[in-house]
């Protein structure tokens, strides 16, 4: 009974995304996760795709991170925060340009310390922003400082925003001190694998990601892996919905090359 609904939910879920093939709108399986209102942590891991995920922006360095990404052909999500979006709206619609913006709250506070109206209006204050800068409906949703609680998710999900948190982290955001291009380059090599959402930030200080890129991305190109923006990882690698309420737990790369 129990392999009965496992395969009916995959015919489900492969029925949503034959119907969805032809729209540029978010497809029904995004709906379904949408509607689940769980956090997405990574995609099914059994093709050859990778999202590469930037928070904090846009800022400083973002331009060149735009250059870098379009000279390896690779699409990204940035995930970016309201107050700065209204600053750079140029440097917005540049990020939009290699993929996908999503909502990352206006201030970058601790939004579980707020009151409930206040998350409200840090959410949908950047939504709002994104929207009318980059034309674009904001389906994505990260809570500064990876904090999902429930209370949060429920907000997010009643503005139409998937939250989407990661499974492979650059390690790019020590507490402790800024870890150096190398070290950040080396956790790219060991950590990035199919089906991955992955964890970056923006540089505002000094180039550190921006410089790993520029080693990693090379050596990314022979893996055969793609980058793609998170809706596109959901709609071409889907999680099936069992993994998803897994957690990061739930996620693995069984993809084996091309
Ligand atoms: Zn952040």
């Known amino acids: ?9 995959a015919v489900v879920v492969a029925a ?22 769980i956090p997405i942590y990574c995609g099914g891991g059994d093709k050859g795709y990778v999202a590469f995920t930037f928070d904090d922006g846009p800022g400083p360095y973002s331009a ?19 107050e700065k979006v209204v600053r ?3 440097l917005t619609r540049l990020e939009a340009s290699v993929g996908a913006i999503g909502d990352h709250s206006f201030t970058h506070p601790n939004l579980i310390t ?20 980059t034309r674009r409906r904001v ?8 904090d999902n609680a429930s209370e ?29 291009s190398q070290e950040i380059y080396q956790h790219l090599v060991d950590r990035v694998r199919a089906g991955g959402i992955v964890l970056m930030h923006e540089d505002e200080q000094v180039p550190a990601t921006l ?13 055969g892996l793609k980058a793609v923006t998170v809706p596109q990882l959901l709609a071409l690698d889907p999680p099936p919905l069992e993994q998803v309420a897994k957690g990061s737990g739930g996620c693995n790369s069984s993809w084996r090359g091309p």
């Not at 392999?3 to 939910?9: A, D, G, P, Q, Y």
């Not at 390690?171 to 870890?179: K, L, N, R, V």
């Open 1 to 9: 009974m129990r392999n009965l609904s496992r395969v009916l939910l």
């Open 16 to 37: 949503a995304v034959v119907v969805a093939a032809p729209s540029a709108a978010p497809s029904p399986t995004f709906h379904q996760l949408l509607d689940a209102g």
């Open 64 to 82: 060149q991170l735009v250059t870098l990404l379009k000279q390896y052909g690779v699409r990204a999500t940035f995930f970016n925060i309201g």
């Open 88 to 90: 750079h709206p140029r």
């Open 114 to 133: 707020l009151p409930r109206d206040q998350i409200i209006a840090e959410l949908a204050r950047t939504r709002k922003a994104i929207r009318r800068i």
């Open 139 to 146: 389906i994505l949703f990260r809570p500064p400082f990876g």
């Open 152 to 180: 949060i998710l429920s907000i997010a999900h009643g503005l139409g925003m998937l939250e989407v948190m990661w499974n492979q982290d650059s390690g790019d955001a020590s507490e402790a001190s800024t870890p150096s």
């Open 211 to 223: 410089n790993a890129l520029k080693l990693y991305l090379p050596e990314f190109q022979k893996t």
